[in-house]
């Protein structure tokens, strides 16, 4: 099976409608080669990137990490909305080569032209993070999708809660049938104090997805 390209037109806006065309490389899930879920564009993807659109205000000038970025399509449209800084993680090192072919083909949507944001990609195992892996800066926004099934839960949110800033938040959609974690990871991330509203919100062939917007209760930070 070939690879498959697509170009995403995320839409966000009434009065005034916004646009961005994001090129996404996916890799055949059933074709004996390529192994992991992560080479699929999910619509859990989709609706963290159209949530970014609609609040461009979490991401613009703010150092964005992507946990479990798939394709990457959520950190490249924070990109594209004027983040100074993404980096797109996942733990499989196929994936993450699959995330350096979407970065470069979509550099014009941050570019001279767009701005000077710095994205990039690398290999990050959730459980090793307190051991061996470290950010010279810690992330202003995480943002996470599709990644609370199974018993990832409690992974997730220490990961998260390792390489946010002292006053950072976070984003996280889960699709209703593939929430199985929520519960760890909403009370982990309770217990290191931050508060979170959750949401529903429907795509576009009316599948539901939970979204939820966490952050210190001390802060201040814009929603």
């Known amino acids: 099976m070939e690879d498959?390209?697509?170009?995403?037109?995320?839409?966000?806006?009434?009065?005034?409608?916004?646009?961005?065309?994001?090129?996404?490389?996916?890799?055949?899930?059933?074709?004996?080669?390529?192994?992991?879920?992560?080479?699929?564009?999910?619509?859990?993807?989709?609706i963290l990137a159209q949530e970014l659109l609609r609040?461009?205000?979490?991401?613009?000038?703010?150092?964005?990490?992507?946990?479990?970025?798939?394709?990457?399509?959520?950190?490249?449209?924070a990109a594209a909305l004027?983040?100074?800084?993404?980096?797109?993680?996942?733990?499989?090192?196929?994936?993450?080569?699959?995330?350096?072919?979407?970065?470069?083909?979509?550099?014009?949507?941050w570019g001279p032209e767009g701005g000077n944001c710095e994205?990039?990609?690398?290999?990050?195992?959730?459980?090793?993070?307190s051991e061996d892996y470290a950010l010279q800066e810690r992330a202003d926004v995480v943002i996470s999708?599709?990644?609370?099934?199974?018993?990832?839960?409690?992974d997730l949110a220490c990961c998260a809660l390792n390489l946010l800033s002292s006053t950072g938040s976070m984003i996280l959609v889960a699709p209703k049938d593939r929430?199985?974690?929520v519960p760890a990871f909403l009370e982990r991330m309770k217990?290191?104090?931050?508060?979170?509203?959750?949401?529903?919100v429907q795509d576009e062939h009316g599948e539901d997805f939970r979204l939820f917007d966490l952050k210190l209760r001390e802060s201040t930070e814009p929603s």
């Open 145 to 154: 999708s599709d990644t609370v099934y199974g018993h990832f839960g409690d």
């Open 55 to 77: 609040r461009p205000q979490l991401v613009q000038d703010r150092f964005i990490l992507d946990l479990g970025a798939g394709c990457g399509l959520a950190g490249l449209a």
């Open 119 to 129: 994205v990039q990609a690398e290999a990050l195992d959730w459980k090793r993070v």
């Open 82 to 109: 004027g983040a100074r800084r993404v980096l797109l993680t996942d733990c499989d090192g196929e994936t993450v080569c699959n995330i350096h072919h979407n970065i470069q083909a979509n550099r014009h949507l």
């Open 179 to 181: 929430q199985t974690g």
């Open 4 to 46: 498959f390209c697509e170009v995403v037109v995320l839409r966000a806006g009434s009065a005034r409608l916004r646009e961005i065309h994001v090129t996404i490389r996916e890799l055949p899930l059933a074709d004996g080669v390529h192994g992991s879920t992560g080479n699929q564009l999910w619509p859990a993807g989709s």
């Open 191 to 200: 217990s290191a104090g931050y508060m979170y509203v959750e949401s529903w």
